[in-house]
C-alpha cells in the first residue's frame, strides 16, 4: 500500500462549482498534514497546513480524520485559476526525532472550464 | 525575491556526465531539503540537512549522488557518471524548525535535468 494515496483524476468541472478532493495516509504515526498546489512545469506551493480541528481559508476548507487516516480539501466557488495539480502531503516524527522530510501524494489534476 | 532559488533552472547532459545543482535556501531556514520529481508523480524525497549536518538519506540517493551544505547555507548535489533514469526535476525547500512542530516547507523553482 503506498504511503500517501490520492485519486489523480482529472477532475474536470465548470466555474462556481464546490469539489472535493480526498487523501489517505497509511502511516498512523503521521503528525504533519499539508496540500500543495503545483501548477504545470512548476515547483510545488503550500495551500494550506491541515490541522485536526480543521481548518478554512477563504474557498478552501481542509479536514483530518485521524482514526480513518483521511485528509480531504474542499474548494468552493471554483475560478479557472484553481486549474492546477493538488498535492497531499503528510509527515511523521521518527521516535526521538524531529520533522523531516515530506511524504507526497502522486496529485489530483483540476480543470476548472469557464 | 528572497525565496528558495536553484541553479540552473534546465540542464541538458550526456549520459556518463557528471552535474552539480545548486540551492540558496530562504536565509533563515535551518533545514534544506532535496526531491526529485518525474512526470505524473509527486516529489520523491532524497535528504536533507540541519544547517551543515545532513541528516538523513532515501534509498533513491545511490552512490552516484552527492550533497552538501558546507557552511549551512547554500547546498550542492552532483550526480555523478549520469544515467537517463536520471532525468527529473530535482527540487529544493528549505523551513524553518526551532523545536517539535509543524513546519513548512517552501520550494524553490527546481532543475530540470535531461540525460540524453
Known amino acids: 500500500r503506498k504511503e500517501v494515496e490520492q485519486d489523480p483524476g482529472p477532475f474536470n468541472v465548470p466555474e462556481g462549482a464546490t469539489v472535493a478532493f480526498n487523501c489517505t495516509y497509511s502511516n498512523s504515526a503521521s503528525q504533519s498534514f499539508f496540500w500543495y498546489r503545483q501548477d504545470c512545469r512548476k515547483e510545488p506551493k503550500l495551500l494550506m497546513s491541515v490541522y485536526s480541528s480543521g481548518n478554512e481559508d477563504g474557498r478552501f476548507t481542509a479536514q483530518l480524520n485521524r482514526a480513518s487516516q483521511y485528509i480531504s480539501l474542499l474548494i468552493r466557488d471554483s475560478k479557472l485559476s484553481d486549474s492546477a495539480t493538488y498535492l497531499c502531503v503528510v509527515n511523521f516524527l521518527p521516535p526521538g526525532g524531529s520533522q523531516g522530510n515530506l511524504i507526497f501524494g502522486k496529485g489530483t489534476k483540476l480543470s476548472v472550464k469557464p | 525575491d528572497t525565496g528558495v532559488s536553484q541553479n540552473p533552472r534546465h540542464k541538458i547532459t550526456k549520459r556518463g556526465q557528471n552535474v552539480t545543482f545548486r540551492c540558496d535556501p530562504i536565509?533563515?531556514?535551518?533545514?534544506l531539503y532535496w526531491y526529485r520529481q518525474t512526470l505524473g508523480q509527486g516529489p520523491e524525497f532524497l535528504t536533507y540537512?540541519?544547517?551543515?549536518?545532513?541528516?538523513?538519506k532515501s534509498r533513491l540517493l545511490s552512490d552516484r549522488f552527492s550533497a552538501e551544505r558546507p557552511k549551512g547555507s547554500f547546498s550542492t548535489l552532483e550526480i555523478q557518471r549520469t544515467e537517463q533514469g536520471d532525468s527529473a526535476m530535482y527540487l529544493c525547500?528549505?523551513?524553518?524548525?526551532f523545536g517539535p512542530g509543524n513546519y513548512e516547507q517552501y520550494f524553490g523553482p527546481g532543475t530540470r535535468l535531461t540525460v540524453t
Open positions: 525547500a528549505s523551513s524553518l524548525e
Open positions: 536565509s533563515e531556514h535551518n533545514r
Open positions: 540537512f540541519q544547517n551543515e549536518a545532513q541528516l538523513e
